[in-house]
Structures are given as structure tokens and as C-alpha cells.
């Protein structure tokens, strides 16, 4: 069984693409960072896209692990060039509804979920613990995966995952959802 601490990247940018970390982030990122060098980590693994990776380089520098990318834990869908952000929101929302709905620029809430959860199962028999740096959407496909949607809070559906938010999974259980404790 291995510990699982899946961190919501930090505050981004907020403008199409693959965005960076805000001055405040990056202080978010630090301080994460420095809650989990106390917490034994094995392994740090973080999706491909820019705030997570940089968020995750901030865990790595504070434990001197490698950083490990991984496709899985892409966000279900990004606002792009050439979208509007309405556009990107609308698309956004009806994913959120319709977790069989494929958004424009990514995959349906299920398959991110399952990929996800696929994820975890491949390295449940890593030696943990190991910090995940992901999105929130993503996080909550997870959560609505694992727990079903009654589960999971109607503030985390609609106004997602706070920045550098804490989930703690032990093997498949989820044993603490967004916890902000460690930014106090």
C-alpha cells in the first residue's frame, strides 16, 4: 500500500496555454514543498503541463528526488490559442455534468478518472510515499471515480480545487480531500 499525496499545482497565470506559476505560486509551491520534505517522500510525479512541473520542481528541490512526468495526470482539458475563455468554460462546465462528454480540447471526466486511477494502481506498489502534482479537475475526476459524485462536495464540482491543495490517498482510500492546512 502506498501514500499518495496529490497536490493541486499552485496559483497559475491565467491566459490560454500551457501557463507558468504566479509570484504567489511560486511562494505557494515553496511552502508545500516544504510540508512534504518532512513527510519521508520516495517519489515525486507530476503531469506534463507547465504549473504542474513547476510546482513539482519545487518538491523535488526541497527533497533532491527526480522528477517523474506522466500523461495520466494531464488536466481533462485545457483552455488553448484561439479558444475564448467562455468557450473554454462552457465546454469546461458541460464535462463537469456530463461526465461521458469529451470537451474540445481534452477527454471526458471518466476517462480521466480511469487514467488516473490507473496511474495510482501502477505504482500502489512503489515504497511511498509519493507526492503527485496534478490539476484540480482532474483530482476531482479522480475523487468522483474512487468515492461517486454524492462523495464529492458541490464547491469542489463548481469552484474546484484550491491551489497547492492537498488530497491524501492511502493505496485506492481517500483519506483527506483538499487540505490547505500546510499554506496556514
Not at 49 to 78: C, P
Amino acid at each position: 500500500m502506498t501514500l499518495f499525496y496529490v497536490v493541486q499545482h499552485a496559483e497559475k497565470e491565467h491566459w490560454p496555454g500551457d501557463q507558468r506559476l504566479t509570484a504567489l505560486g511560486r511562494s505557494q509551491a515553496a511552502r508545500t514543498a516544504q510540508w512534504l520534505s518532512l513527510r519521508g517522500l520516495r517519489a515525486v510525479v507530476s503531469s506534463p503541463l507547465r504549473r504542474a512541473r513547476e510546482t513539482a520542481e519545487a518538491i523535488v528541490t526541497a527533497t533532491g528526488l527526480e522528477l517523474q512526468v506522466d500523461a495520466r495526470l494531464r488536466e481533462r482539458a485545457n483552455w488553448e490559442e484561439g479558444q475564448s475563455l467562455e468557450e473554454f468554460m462552457a465546454d469546461w462546465a458541460k464535462s463537469v455534468r456530463d461526465r461521458s462528454y469529451v470537451p474540445r480540447t481534452g477527454v471526458s471526466s471518466h476517462e480521466a478518472g480511469a487514467q488516473f486511477r490507473a496511474f495510482l494502481l501502477d505504482y500502489a506498489s512503489e515504497p511511498g510515499p509519493i507526492a503527485v502534482t496534478t490539476h484540480g479537475g482532474v483530482t476531482v475526476d479522480l475523487l468522483r471515480t474512487l468515492l461517486d459524485d454524492q462523495a464529492v462536495t458541490s464547491e469542489l464540482m463548481d469552484v474546484g480545487v484550491p491551489s497547492c491543495a492537498i488530497t491524501t490517498i492511502d493505496d485506492l482510500a481517500v483519506v483527506d480531500i483538499a487540505s490547505t492546512k500546510h499554506l496556514a
